[in-house]
């Protein structure tokens, strides 16, 4: 496939090395030289220098009537709405533009941008929100990813000393008929595809399946019994994720922001069901400010500024005070592995969740989610199995899949279930892929 991205800031980057590493055609439009050169340098993909006000002619040399996507993750909203337009006229197939403003995800403005030739509009802070509320509502997990409605859920959990599973042989506590699956282990800077010998560690970060009904054991079962469900939470940064955030809070729970700038603060009360929400004019950082906003009686905090030390910290010095469920966003990909050392519970990164939105528009099967789990190095989807793909030929043990490859589980007919060597799957199930190390676009291969 052809895949033309426009904007070689972070997200344009990452998305151009992500989709360079499953082989695509890939071409990069930015007016900044240097930052080409950085992306050509880790990447197999063709640059072009060019400023906006000549991207007409750039659209041409590239090649845009032949692309398959068109991507624009300008800075400037109105500048990727403009030339999603514009590279459909020119015969681009699907056009994606990524937006600052979320009135332009109200669903009549979705509509009109499609009539335009806009395929699909993207708001990072909107997928980040729903990642944090995601993990405010269950305390003790890391990562939490629902499948189908929640038919199916993928979990990330840090194991301690009191998990009732540690030490024995995964043959022994992971056996074809538990009621999970364990789909990955990531011990220190390794990526583990666990086979019955393994054994589960102290400090071990485990993914797992399972369905919703077991859920409550799985909390007992890795030690995590004492983890109080999410009433109040502190937010650190006023701006537009944190907007979103307390606009979706669920039923029954609260929130405190802290933001330093006092006309955004003003705004944001204008925003917010006060009833529910508390705009403090004050820095979040402060350990003074804090602890007089009660902090050791909040169950969770979440540190959503643009500045990705300070988030790290935040959620340290939160930790130290007693908050048992904290959030960092992280921007920059070099802090990734030191946030997940530092113990924070949920570390939100927009650049791969928009990447991951974008991903799958690139295949063909019918795929309904797609997550880049960027602690592992790993990517996990969810495919449908269509009539006569080789999946549905034979059991899962005689599949002859990569050996960096799990199946977690699938959903027939609404109902959750997990997988094992002897399950066959069958037309229309909705499948759970785990791959390490393994283009999931080459998995994606078996399923039509």
Same mark, same amino acid.
């Given at each position: 496939?052809?895949?033309?991205?426009?904007?070689?800031?972070?997200?344009?980057?990452?998305?151009? %090395?992500? +989709?360079?590493?499953?082989?695509?055609?890939? #071409? =990069?439009?930015?007016? *900044?030289? &240097?930052?080409?050169?950085? /992306? $050509?340098?880790?990447?197999?993909?063709?640059?072009?220098?060019?400023?906006?006000?000549?991207?007409?002619?750039?659209?041409?040399?590239?090649?845009?009537?032949?692309?398959?996507?068109?991507?624009?993750?300008?800075?400037?909203?109105?500048?990727?709405?403009?030339?999603?337009?514009?590279?459909?006229?020119?015969?681009?197939?699907?056009?994606?533009?990524?937006?600052?403003?979320?009135?332009?995800?109200?669903?009549?403005?979705? %509509?009109? +941008?499609?009539?335009?030739?806009?395929?699909? #509009? =993207?708001?990072?802070? *909107?997928? &980040?929100?729903?990642?944090? /509320? $995601?993990?405010?509502?269950?305390?003790?997990?890391?990562?939490?990813?629902?499948?189908?409605?929640?038919?199916?859920?993928?979990?990330?959990?840090?194991?301690?000393?009191?998990?009732?599973?540690?030490?024995?042989?995964?043959?022994?506590?992971?056996?074809?008929?538990?009621?999970?699956?364990?789909?990955?282990?990531?011990?220190?800077?390794?990526?583990?595809?666990?086979?019955?010998?393994?054994?589960?560690?102290?400090?071990?970060?485990?993914?797992?399946?399972?369905?919703?009904?077991? #859920?409550?054991?799985?909390?007992?079962?890795?030690?995590?019994?004492?983890?109080?469900?999410?009433?109040?939470?502190?937010?650190?940064?006023?701006?537009?994720?944190?907007?979103?955030?307390?606009?979706?809070?669920?039923?029954?729970?609260?929130?405190?922001?802290?933001?330093?700038?006092?006309?955004?603060?003003?705004?944001?009360?204008?925003?917010?069901?006060?009833?529910?929400?508390?705009?403090?004019?004050?820095?979040?950082?402060?350990?003074?400010?804090?602890?007089?906003?009660?902090?050791?009686?909040?169950?969770?905090?979440?540190?959503?500024?643009?500045?990705?030390?300070?988030?790290?910290?935040?959620?340290?010095?939160?930790?130290?005070?007693?908050?048992?469920?904290?959030?960092?966003?992280?921007?920059?990909?070099?802090?990734?592995?030191?946030?997940?050392?530092?113990?924070?519970?949920?570390?939100?990164?927009?650049?791969?969740?928009?990447?991951?939105?974008?991903?799958?528009?690139?295949?063909?099967?019918?795929?309904?989610?797609?997550?880049?789990?960027?602690?592992?190095?790993?990517?996990?989807?969810?495919?449908?199995?269509?009539?006569?793909?080789?999946?549905?030929?034979?059991?899962?043990?005689?599949?002859?899949?990569?050996?960096?490859?799990?199946?977690?589980?699938?959903?027939?007919?609404?109902?959750?279930?997990?997988?094992?060597?002897?399950?066959?799957?069958?037309?229309?199930?909705?499948?759970?892929?785990?791959?390490?190390?393994?283009?999931?676009?080459?998995?994606?291969?078996?399923?039509?």
């Amino acid at each position: 496939m052809k895949v033309i991205i426009v904007g070689a800031d972070a997200i344009g980057a990452h998305l151009a %090395e992500l +989709f360079s590493k499953i082989k695509q055609n890939i #071409i =990069i439009i930015d007016e *900044d030289e &240097a930052k080409l050169e950085r /992306i $050509s340098s880790a990447c197999d993909l063709l640059t072009i220098q060019s400023s906006p006000s000549s991207l007409i002619k750039t659209f041409k040399e590239a090649g845009v009537k032949n692309a398959d996507l068109l991507i624009s993750v300008k800075k400037d909203e109105n500048l990727n709405l403009n030339l999603c337009v514009l590279a459909k006229a020119m015969g681009a197939k699907k056009t994606v533009a990524r937006v600052e403003n979320s009135e332009f995800t109200q669903p009549q403005f979705i %509509e009109a +941008f499609k009539q335009a030739g806009v395929s699909s #509009i =993207i708001y990072p802070d *909107d997928l &980040a929100a729903e990642d944090i /509320i $995601s993990g405010l509502k269950m305390s003790w997990v890391r990562q939490r990813w629902d499948v189908y409605g929640g038919a199916l859920t993928m979990l990330g959990i840090k194991l301690r000393e009191n998990c009732t599973i540690l030490g024995r042989p995964l043959k022994e506590v992971s056996t074809p008929d538990a009621p999970y699956h364990i789909v990955a282990i990531k011990r220190g800077t390794s990526t583990i595809i666990p086979k019955g010998d393994d054994m589960l560690l102290p400090e071990d970060y485990l993914y797992f399946m399972t369905t919703k009904d077991f #859920i409550p054991e799985m909390k007992r079962l890795v030690g995590k019994e004492d983890y109080p469900e999410v009433k109040n939470v502190i937010i650190v940064g006023g701006g537009s994720t944190a907007e979103r955030v307390v606009n979706r809070l669920p039923k029954g729970m609260t929130a405190k922001i802290f933001e330093t700038n006092f006309a955004r603060c003003e705004e944001l009360n204008r925003m917010v069901d006060t009833s529910r929400v508390m705009v403090i004019n004050a820095d979040g950082r402060s350990v003074a400010n804090l602890l007089e906003e009660n902090v050791k009686q909040t169950q969770a905090l979440v540190a959503v500024t643009g500045n990705a030390e300070a988030n790290i910290l935040t959620c340290m010095t939160a930790h130290e005070l007693g908050v048992r469920k904290t959030v960092a966003m992280i921007e920059n990909m070099d802090y990734m592995s030191i946030a997940g050392n530092a113990d924070i519970g949920t570390i939100i990164n927009k650049q791969a969740l928009t990447a991951s939105y974008i991903y799958q528009l690139l295949l063909n099967g019918d795929v309904r989610n797609i997550r880049d789990l960027l602690m592992v190095k790993a990517d996990i989807a969810e495919f449908k199995a269509c009539e006569g793909s080789r999946v549905t030929t034979k059991r899962v043990r005689d599949l002859g899949l990569p050996d960096s490859v799990e199946l977690g589980g699938l959903v027939r007919n609404g109902v959750g279930m997990l997988v094992n060597g002897n399950t066959q799957i069958e037309a229309g199930d909705d499948v759970v892929v785990f791959c390490h190390d393994t283009n999931i676009s080459r998995i994606e291969k078996i399923f039509i």
